[in-house]
């Protein structure tokens, strides 16, 4: 049986140390045992990965000896979201054994993105073009009824139709498989991440809670398998269910250390449950593996984007100003140059902030100016060109009507609302072609330009009205899924109002504003001490 094991050393089991190759032959889906001890020779070569230390996979198949540690290797880094290392490990696999139709299969999986609701169709569809000219004659080529089954899988990913019909036609495949190959563990792990990417429209709990219940019992049996810890946490990762995740978000740094996307991923967990020396730990650790891989490599090291941002909130949260600091400074040259507006690849949305570096500055802007609320010195932001990244604008906009708020200008307050209803009109249009992540971007959109009414409002001393469209706006995002990480609404509606209650005296309303907020972002700074401050 070809197996990869780059992680903790696992032992085979006692099933398979004494198997004969009929019984692999059933493992396999039918294949010959001629052809299993072809396969089962592989067992033996030497794998470079191992060093890696990405995971921990097993995955009986038909490929030639030659290609296993490139296969399992790409298998491993699937699973931790590794998509460009995985790509390059399966195009390796079809240079070591062309006729080998998984190797296809995986590179092609590397353009699908779900949870992040991302797929390069266009680039999936010429992948598989290179192993035949039509799905009959490319499912046809897979060396067992097993490969044949993930095979039709992909395909149904990939084939007629919009991108939900698309996922939920390759949910009901993995399903199938799932049932036809139950100890496949791998099947497991696809069928879990499947129904997750299934969400359409933000976190869905029934979609979340199933697929918790499938990868749980294999986790327990796997604790090494990557894919497994995971997509479990992404199954509980909100604060309701974080605590819930723990062992997995334990387990996934030991099982994939160098996966800088692994390390980050605990601190979904983390960062849910409001555990900031974590959440700064593991991301700081992303960071120096993937700096380090960019030097190594003659690169400069990555500066903004999805970690950086993640390791600066969680300095905000623990007071460490300076070093919050440092992180946004060293966007500002990537963010400010040519490369701010560039580099996304086909599948990347504009609207999130990660995948440009002009689009990461401003969202990290945003949350150094919110959480250290340093309205005084601010920093500027007039030379980030921003282009058509309409949720950036947006959020500049938001954050420049804050910072008037905050300094009683309400001239100025009254001309930036007039600007950011503007960007909200802009955010809007950019909507209209979208098949998913629709209402999230909408509600987000609303929400910030109906907080800033209420603010406009309480600054010519309308308050009942400026509580009550604050109040709106709280009820607005409450009704909203939660969205990992930090805050998806910049200043939390409900943190807003109870800073307009305090400011009114009215402690005890305040006290239960805080108290709501806390319940979406657990042991966020500011609403604690807000709390804190409307207590008797």
Not at 147 to 152: H, M, P, S
Not at 454 to 477: D, S
Request: hydrophobic share 40%; proline share 6%.
């Amino acid at each position: 049986m070809s197996r990869n094991t780059v992680s903790g050393g696992r032992r085979p089991s006692r099933e398979h140390k004494h198997a004969k190759p009929a019984d692999y032959a059933r493992m396999l889906g039918g294949m010959s045992p001629t052809r299993v001890l072809g396969v089962l020779l592989a067992g033996s070569v030497a794998l470079t990965a191992q060093s890696l230390r990405v995971g921990d996979v097993s995955f009986a198949n038909s490929g030639a000896p030659a290609a296993q540690a490139s296969f399992l290797l790409g298998l491993a880094q699937l699973h931790n979201f590794e998509y460009d290392a995985a790509a390059r490990a399966f195009r390796e696999v079809q240079q070591q054994d062309p006729a080998f139709a998984l190797g296809y299969w995986g590179e092609a999986m590397t353009k699908n993105h779900p949870v992040w609701m991302e797929q390069d169709l266009g680039g999936a569809r010429r992948i598989l073009e290179r192993l035949g000219p039509d799905p009959s004659a490319r499912i046809a080529k897979g060396g067992s009824e097993r490969e044949r089954a993930y095979l039709r899988a992909v395909e149904a990913l990939y084939g007629a139709g919009t991108k939900p019909a698309r996922d939920l036609l390759y949910l009901d495949q993995m399903r199938r498989l799932h049932h036809a190959f139950p100890d496949d563990v791998d099947a497991t792990a696809f069928l879990g991440l499947a129904l997750l990417g299934s969400a359409h429209e933000g976190r869905d709990a029934a979609n979340y809670r199933q697929a918790a219940a499938v990868l749980e019992p294999e986790f327990a049996t796997h604790p090494n398998h990557p894919g497994l810890a995971h997509y479990l946490i992404h199954a509980y990762d909100d604060p309701a269910h974080a605590a819930l995740g723990l062992p997995a978000a334990r387990r996934y740094s030991l099982i994939a250390p160098a996966a800088p996307h692994a390390l980050h991923m605990t601190t979904h967990i983390y960062l849910a449950l409001g555990m900031w020396d974590e959440v700064v730990l593991e991301n700081e650790r992303a960071v120096s593996v993937i700096s380090d891989r960019a030097r190594s490599a003659g690169r400069p090291a990555p500066a903004c984007g999805h970690y950086n941002a993640w390791l600066e909130y969680g300095y905000l949260q623990l007071g460490r100003r300076a070093e919050a600091r440092r992180v946004l400074d060293g966007c500002r040259p990537v963010a400010t140059g040519a490369g701010g507006l560039s580099g996304r690849a086909p599948e990347e949305d504009l609207l999130d902030p990660d995948n440009t570096a002009a689009g990461s500055y401003i969202q990290m802007w945003s949350r150094y100016m919110i959480d250290t609320g340093d309205w005084d010195n601010p920093i500027a932001d007039e030379d980030i060109a921003l282009g058509e990244l309409a949720g950036a604008k947006l959020t500049r906009s938001y954050v420049r009507a804050l910072k008037a708020a905050a300094r009683k200008d309400t001239a100025a307050l009254r001309d930036e609302l007039t600007t950011l209803e503007r960007a909200r009109t802009a955010v809007l249009s950019t909507l209209t072609d979208r098949r998913e992540g629709v209402e999230q971007y909408r509600r987000r959109a609303e929400v910030i330009v109906l907080e800033i009414r209420g603010l406009l409002a309480q600054a010519e001393q309308r308050q009942a009205e400026a509580i009550q469209t604050l109040t709106t706006a709280a009820e607005h995002e409450r009704a909203m899924p939660i969205e990992f990480g930090p805050p998806f609404v910049d200043k939390p509606a409900a943190e807003l109002l109870g800073d307009a209650l305090l400011a009114l005296g009215r402690s005890s309303d305040a006290a239960v504003a805080y108290s709501d907020a806390l319940l979406r972002t657990p042991r966020r700074v500011a609403p604690t001490r807000g709390l804190e401050r409307a207590k008797p």
